[in-house]
């Protein structure tokens, strides 16, 4: 939206261009994540690395006793 404002307004039309190439960037991130999460909850082991996580359990929204079955590895 920016970008096209920017371009009414007789301004280089860069910044439409940077929000494209934004755009590609977080569709393939959306797309490996949404893959490895996928391909590595079927599997036994992970198959696509995706890191560890950023926080472990939110303090405030989590609670212990959550229904949500939790799979352990040994």
């Known amino acids: ?18 929000g ?5 960037v977080t569709a393939g991130v959306a797309w490996y994540a949404s893959a490895a999460g996928v391909a590595n909850g079927v599997s036994p082991r992970p198959i696509l ?17 959550s229904p949500m079955p939790r799979r352990t590895e040994a």
């Not at 494209?20 to 590609?24: L, N, P, Q, V």
């Not at 690395?49 to 006793?65: A, C, E, K, M, N």
């Open 1 to 18: 939206m920016i970008g096209f404002f920017r371009i009414a307004h007789g301004q280089s039309p860069w910044m439409l261009h940077a």
């Open 20 to 24: 494209g190439w934004a755009g590609f």
């Open 49 to 65: 690395p995706v890191g560890p996580p950023l926080w472990d359990r939110l303090p405030i929204f989590s609670q212990l006793g």
